[in-house]
């Protein structure tokens, strides 16, 4: 009878296990789900945004490259009207319109290089953003796992404190 009641403990005690176990492993399953998901999400995020700055400043680029152009071509006309009166006078004047174009030419470059550091700069802090929410997941998921772990633990003292209780009643 002895045997009998403990052979039908040990059975119970198998099956909640078995049961306890079934249950962490869909919690895992669903957490791993979960961080999955939030990683893709991330990432589109992570995309459209950078995609939209990268139009943008593809945008402003072209902007400046037109300002250049047509900056150059009203020194080029402008030169071509000099060019026909031929003066002392007018020499200095393409001698100042010849500034301007440099001017115009080193104002572009300028702008040019600027929008690039302002690339790099919003890149370097969007790899930042998205690393610092990576290590937010990643701290989750070892933070669940861990309460994982203890709640493991604390069911298998439980089960041997019953064990033991039963064995000495």
Do not use: C, H, P
Request: hydrophobic content about 30%; cysteine-free.
């Amino acid at each position: 009878r002895k045997a009998a009641i403990q052979a039908k403990r040990k059975a119970e005690e198998e099956e909640t296990f078995r049961k306890i176990a079934e249950e962490e492993a869909e919690r895992e399953t669903k957490l791993k789900e979960i961080t999955q998901k939030r990683k893709k999400e991330v990432e589109e995020k992570r995309k459209l945004e950078e995609e939209a700055l990268l139009q943008k400043y593809m945008d402003e680029e072209r902007a400046a490259e037109e300002r250049a152009r047509a900056m150059r071509e009203r020194v080029a006309e402008r030169k071509k009207q000099l060019d026909l009166q031929k003066s002392a006078e007018e020499e200095s004047v393409l001698q100042r319109f010849l500034t301007e174009e440099r001017e115009a030419e080193e104002l572009a470059r300028k702008m040019k290089e600027g929008i690039e550091q302002r690339k790099k700069e919003i890149a370097a802090a969007r790899k930042a953003a998205e690393d610092a929410e990576m290590r937010k997941i990643f701290e989750e998921e070892e933070a669940q796992e861990r309460q994982l772990a203890e709640a493991r633990l604390k069911r298998k003292k439980e089960n041997e404190e019953k064990r033991k209780r039963e064995e000495e009643e």
